[in-house]
């Protein structure tokens, strides 16, 4: 075999999802592109802000002596300060430069933040629905994942966790707004599982981390806030990218960022940095460095996400879907009509409506459906929807 047994087998467990693309590659060509409703990616379709535009003309025609070369492997100073400021604002906690470390990704981010505090057979959890990723990160480095459903509103089930947590429990890997629910996590709640994890990392005399995962962090609707982790949670992490709220998936550019109250933070960086390098990614773009510097308080128009979601959330559950309304994201997940998350996606591809399994995010008898798409496609997906609801029999 050219790869891996080890390879392998992810590719076989990520088969579905690849079946998906290719049905909708299959679709598109016999019934053509504008018939086909692809829910299944959480790629924007919406263009960046003008003033990520704006910056990028004024780079191209001014560009900066030397803006391509290497810089410290925790990125430009003066970027790191600009994210510092942001959650100084919003935490009240004394955040600074050295406190950041710029990334390729959030992806990359969580990658690089697993190899810096996993052992081999450490453990982390991560609170089903959960981005299916996670699992593979994990194993990247050693890890074990361990995954602790949420409660019936998709909040984190503090006596679960409680129950999971063991002395080889390394860090609890957190969503909040959550792919693929939407639901946005309280103050309330963070502080909570900020005072299990303090009472768990005494008990076991190591510190457990809580990664909190960040990239839908602006895209929240009807007043909703997402609070700070970091005022709540001393051992915080927090994870990020401006590939949703700047929508610039394909640019891969993040950050990572560490309570500066955490003990013993600066030996933390140092190793969060010397991962950065090591792992191969040396540092996070320069070019986009360069531009989201100026960019923190920006995002693209939350107003269109939310338009998006009133729209298709009224028309199906008027159907008789089950959905937990989304205060963030732009993800639906309701329940299956049919016990079976897998037959129901088939039922719902005859009428080239694609979407996303539960079981994909460790939660069976669910759907997802990305709305980050094209509204044109929204609208002509309707009468579809209400064609499948009335072959599975649930609107009369």
């Not at 298709?312 to 879907?321: A, D, K, Q, R």
């Amino acid at each position: 075999m050219v790869i891996s047994d080890k390879i392998a087998s992810s590719l076989s467990k990520g088969s579905f999802i690849r079946k998906m693309f290719e049905e909708g590659d299959r679709l598109r060509k016999i019934h053509g592109p504008e018939n086909v409703y692809d829910f299944t990616l959480g790629n924007p379709s919406v263009e960046p802000p003008a003033k990520f535009k704006e910056k990028l003309k004024e780079l191209a025609l001014n560009p900066i002596p030397g803006m391509h070369r290497y810089m410290s492997n925790a990125g430009y100073p003066e970027t790191r300060t600009a994210v510092a400021e942001v959650l100084k604002e919003q935490s009240g906690l004394p955040f600074a430069a050295k406190d950041i470390v710029m990334t390729v990704g959030a992806g990359g981010g969580l990658n690089v933040v697993l190899k810096t505090i996993l052992n081999a057979g450490d453990e982390v959890i991560a609170l089903s629905p959960y981005f299916v990723e996670y699992g593979f990160y994990v194993d990247n480095h050693g890890g074990v994942l361990k995954v602790v459903p949420t409660n019936e509103d998709f909040l984190p089930d503090l006596k679960a966790i409680d129950a999971a947590i063991n002395n080889r429990t390394r860090a609890i890997i957190i969503n909040s707004p959550n792919n693929p629910t939407g639901v946005v996590y309280s103050a309330e709640t963070l502080a909570s599982l900020g005072e299990l994890i303090e009472e768990k990392s005494q008990q076991f005399g190591r510190p457990i981390f809580i990664l909190s995962d960040e990239p839908y962090a602006k895209i929240v609707y009807d007043g909703v806030t997402v609070p700070s982790v970091f005022a709540q949670i001393k051992n915080a992490i927090m994870v990020t990218s401006y590939s949703k709220d700047l929508a610039l998936p394909g640019e891969r550019i993040g950050y990572i960022a560490v309570n500066p109250n955490l003990n013993d933070s600066d030996r933390l960086i140092e190793g969060l940095v010397f991962c950065n390098r090591t792992l191969g990614f040396v540092n996070a773009p320069a070019l986009m460095q360069h531009l989201v510097t100026d960019l923190q308080r920006e995002s693209v128009n939350i107003q269109e996400y939310q338009e998006k979601r009133d729209i298709l959330y009224n028309h199906l559950t008027s159907l008789g879907f089950e959905i937990k309304k989304p205060q963030g994201a732009f993800y639906l997940f309701p329940k299956t009509p049919l016990a079976d998350d897998l037959e129901f996606n088939q039922k719902a591809s005859a009428y080239n409506i694609l979407l996303v399994p539960g079981g994909g995010f460790g939660t069976p008898g669910y759907f997802r459906l990305s709305y980050c798409i094209d509204m044109d496609i929204i609208k002509r997906s309707l009468p579809a929807w209400t064609k499948l609801a009335e072959d599975l029999g649930m609107k009369k």
